[in-house]
Structure formats: C-alpha cells, structure tokens
C-alpha cells in the first residue's frame, strides 16, 4: 500500500513533537497525515491518550497507520486493548519510552508506565536505538517481542528525534515507505 491509501495518524510523545522533529515535518509533507491531539502533551495519561487515538482510528475513513514515538508508542499499546481486528493496518513505532522515562520526565504519570505486554492486533514495527537514554536496547527487544513487532535496531541514535539529530529523518521516511509495501493490498475499512 501507498500513503495516499491510508489514513496515517501521527501520535507525538510527551511535549507533541515540535516544529523541527521528524513527526511534525511528514505531518506537513504526507497529504493523509494528521496529528492525534492529545488534551495535555505534558501530563500523558493512559486512559486520556489511548482515548483519543481510538476515537481517531474510529474516525478515519481510510485504513488506519499508526507513527508513534516515544510515549506516543506507550498510548498505541494501552489503545490496542481497545481496537477491534482490522480497524487498524499497521504502527510504526519508535523509540519507545520505558521505565527510564518514568524516573526522568516529570508529568509521566503511574498508569501510563508499564506498557501492556499483550500482542498487538496489527502489523507493527519497533525501531530504536542503541543510545537511547529514555528506554535501553534490551527494554525495547523486550517490547517488541511482546507486542509482536519487528524490531529495527537504529544503532547510535540518541532518542531519534530533532535533539538527536533526526529532524527531517530521511532514513526513517524509507523505512516508513518499506512499512507501507509490507502491509500488502489495501485492506477493507471496517463498518463501526
């Protein structure tokens, strides 16, 4: 499948992903592409942020692509609970938070950190890197073993976004592209 054949919901972590991070850029170059806004970007609760990505999955028209990163990857496994078979197509999910952002970002609240450990009920991929100080390589191939996802390791990458160097993340926009091909065919949309 190609982006113009998808509804691709964009969920930012923790602070919405600003001006310069990767997120932000393919929201503005991806004609399908929107943003999950969420009530607070600052104070992530689970309920309140897996609301919202259900209420947007549910409000799509086409079939859905999840782009996560960071605690947005948290708030796509607490939704996941909530999504029937087939109402979403695929994540793609990056650089994940864990327990080490718990500890480190204030307004990370307790039922947001642990994750679900259950299998995702959709395709999905988990990319992260080795140097990231908010989930270790070990957390993230634990995550992705749970959930069912491939997991891509992006070696030297920091938290793979704008601070890390990875604003216009070319590389990540090829692996998305890679993502889409996989998924196959265009899936019906499911009647709600």
């Given at each position: 499948m190609k982006s113009s054949d998808v509804d691709i919901l964009?969920?930012?972590?923790w602070s919405g992903s600003g001006s310069d991070h990767w997120q932000t850029r393919w929201e503005t170059r991806l004609p399908t592409a929107r943003r999950v806004e969420q009530e607070d970007w600052y104070k992530p609760t689970r309920d309140?942020?897996?609301?919202?990505?259900?209420?947007?999955?549910?409000g799509a028209t086409r079939p859905v692509?999840?782009?996560?990163?960071?605690?947005?990857?948290s708030a796509v496994a607490h939704a996941a609970e909530h999504l029937k078979h087939g109402?979403?197509?695929?994540a793609f999910l990056v650089a994940p938070a864990s327990e080490r952002a718990k500890r480190a970002v204030p307004g990370m609240g307790e039922d947001f950190i642990p994750h679900r450990r259950e299998k995702l009920p959709f395709p999905s991929v988990l990319i992260a890197s080795a140097t990231d100080p908010y989930c270790t390589p070990e957390e993230a191939k634990a995550l992705a073993e749970a959930w069912g996802s491939e997991f891509v390791d992006a070696g030297d990458s920091g938290h793979l976004n704008s601070e890390s160097g990875h604003g216009p993340w070319p590389d990540g926009l090829l692996r998305f592209a890679g993502f889409l091909k996989s998924l196959g065919a265009v899936p019906q949309r499911m009647n709600h």
């Open positions: 964009i969920i930012p972590g309140g942020w897996s609301d919202r990505i259900v209420a947007a999955v549910r692509v999840l782009v996560a990163h960071s605690a947005g990857v109402e979403v197509a695929g």
